[in-house]
């Protein structure tokens, strides 16, 4: 299992994978909602072996050295699988994207023409470390309609050999090929390489983890990649905020999960808001026990900041810490954005609608907010049901991705004969 | 001019285009709109340099031992160029797609949550031949708010020199930066693959032009690539079809212009109709000079019929040439494009509705009809109002692509301070 897999045997399990997603693709939502929750039942009665093979993963781990940190997010116990069957009993309970007419019109000549949501056909999936990452992305996959291309990280190769085990029993349970939901059978590296040039049976793939993981993928894909890199996420606090507001959004964005990538980085204060925001704004991060590094006006208000490199305004912390600057005007904070923003999500402290509308269009981010956390920016809270992942990448999907970002559409065009220049038949 | 252009030198060309690009995206309609009526007048008041450009292509290309027809798509003259700047004023008069608010919805906790429509940022175009291609993909692009690279080819370089010179006043005149429409300055094969590589400068890849070239961008590119290699497109014609309706859709499939990519290619034939229709078939087509390439049974309907090859199914023949084939029923249809089609466009004959929907349903091209030549699968005909390309790709676009496949989605949301988890500022 863990030798060398020959680019044949990887071909052949993509080639079933897109032959079985015909078949997915071509399933009614009634039957797609059975499979989802025959999944969560087939994961719940295998507890058992689940939660051994995570136990091997996790004694490998750490006779490996692995972090406290990154030994807890491998470990799965009966409480994470009951989360993981929640989340997918909600996936099943969310509307099938598949088979929505977006739109449709009536041409001159008669025919009618419309576009009709379809699964995306295939899906690889590289990720790293979090085994519910394997079920999730499954099971957002089936929901929409299509195959998938599992390769996890190889801390947690039982694990994932144990759920896709369950997904599999589910499949046959319902009648379906198991090779809709394949897992690359190998923790080798180079198998990532050869799934890379599989464009024939492979329609998107998907990256998550580490930004290396990330840019060996976009480097060396063949196949259209959607990623982000990191959030290096802002928020602009307008001389027009409210500073209630604006102290709220600031706790909420950098101190309540630092870790994650819609936590906030920067903090950008127009001239204007300096003398009322910034002390507030420091002695509410100095309570929460997180480091400032700052400009130089910056400096001068917090004496107990640290001076921000031009790397520190680059940098995502993933810490509590926050590099802030003092800006000129709103078009100077834009301007910032621009040069070191990463895409993600960008947020403006306001009452002001003119400033706030002008924000929103100037600012190119995939999310721009209004006087709302950028802990918001994820598939879940802002109403898309789930998410399998978020988009920095502005082709197809920009932005927190859900159900739809795994379809597609096509054209369905009904007449009653008309043709293009008509001729007379013999 | 001729010489290799150093990647570094393309480098500062495509964040050239990015920079300029932001000015582009800002635009309103109208500035837009001024704009393409400009580039039109320009490109009308710069006929003697333009023609002269061309006429040295076109001596070139000559001298160089081209074929009639490849010169012929190589020609300006003064009634094309008045069509190009013809095109240009429609362009100018579609509505902008850009800022159109796709939905809006509002959460529990208030928060409001919409997408909207921005440009997508820089796409680079790498086509052949075809000067109107240069204007047209521009316009398009400026239209959306986008910034263009374009790469023409080899044969067209002093026209392509030309029209980017008119161009480029037409964006100057509107106090706009050149850079928003940059010509690759040489025509040195080695520059595309590294246009390709610029994956930090340019968001998306469209190649037209032969299957060589685009197989070479696909397999070469860091950059989203949209394509299509070839049309091979397919006429059903069911047991339930009008026999008046069936033979229409495949004289304009075949024969109207046989050398395009929504041309007809095979002609399936369910057993049942194969009496009554294979035979006025056959007349239509020879009437028409089109050769027959059959299966068995075909031939022994149709005796002057040649003898169909595995490889006759596969083909895209660009000329009076058909294959046909008869089937045992639908799902033979449906799984000999499966296997042999390219997800271009598809076409039943059928009066019966079920069988409509079905074939609707379960074939996987872009374009699927129902009673309506083949020859419809273009922007325009299906009313996008113009096209820059044709996808077969799944992601993004699928299909005719118009103004809106050059645009991204935005989420831009709106509250009055809500925040993920509360906490009390000190």
């Given amino acids: 299992m863990t030798s060398v897999v020959k680019t044949q045997a990887l071909k052949e399990m993509a080639a079933a994978c897109r032959k079985a997603s015909r078949q997915v693709a071509r399933l009614s939502s009634a039957k797609k909602d059975a499979l989802l929750h025959g999944i969560a039942e087939q994961l719940e009665s295998d507890e058992v072996s689940i939660l051994a093979a995570n136990a091997e993963d996790v004694s490998q781990a750490r006779t490996a050295g692995l972090s406290g940190a990154m030994v807890d997010r491998l470990v799965l116990t009966p409480e994470r699988l009951k989360g993981i069957c929640a989340a997918v009993q909600e996936i099943a309970d969310l509307p099938d994207p598949v088979g929505q007419m977006v739109r449709m019109w009536r041409r001159p000549n008669g025919i009618e023409v419309g576009q009709r949501r379809i699964p995306l056909g295939v899906i690889a999936m590289i990720y790293e470390s979090r085994p519910n990452v394997t079920v999730d992305a499954a099971v957002l996959c089936l929901k929409a309609g299509n195959g998938i291309v599992l390769r996890g990280g190889s801390e947690a190769f039982h694990s994932n050999t144990a759920l896709a085990a369950s997904l599999h029993a589910a499949l046959e349970a319902q009648g379906l090929p198991v090779a809709a939901v394949s897992l690359v059978p190998t923790t080798d590296r180079a198998a990532i390489g050869e799934l890379l040039t599989l ?122 810490i926050i590099s802030v600057k003092v800006v000129e005007d709103m078009d100077a904070a834009i301007a910032h954005i621009d040069a070191f923003g990463s895409n993600h999500t960008e947020v403006i402290a306001t009452e002001h609608l003119g400033n706030a509308r002008r924000f929103q269009d100037s600012v190119d981010s995939s999310v721009v907010m209004v006087n709302a956390s950028s802990r918001f920016s994820d598939g879940g809270e802002l109403g898309l049901g789930a998410e399998i992942g978020i988009s920095t990448t502005r082709l197809h999907a920009y932005g927190p991705m859900g159900l739809e970002a795994l379809t597609t559409l096509k054209f369905v065009v009904t007449g009653e004969g008309q043709v293009r220049h008509p001729i007379q038949p013999e």
């Fill in 199 to 320: 464009e024939e049976h492979i329609d998107l793939v998907i990256p998550r983890g580490g930004e290396g993981l990330i840019r060996y993928v976009a480097a060396n894909s063949r196949i259209p990649v959607i990623k982000h890199y990191k959030g290096v996420c802002h928020l602009y606090v307008d001389e027009t905020a409210d500073l209630d507001v604006a102290v709220r959004l600031l706790l909420d964005g950098k101190a309540s999960r630092p870790g994650v990538c819609n936590a906030l980085e920067t903090l950008l204060v127009h001239r204007g808001a300096v003398a009322w925001f910034l002390p507030a704004a420091a002695g509410a991060l100095k309570a929460r026990g997180v480091e400032i590094r700052g400009c130089e006006i910056t400096r001068q208000v917090v004496p107990e900041a640290l001076p921000a490199t031009e790397g520190d305004y680059a940098a995502e912390f993933l810490d509590l």
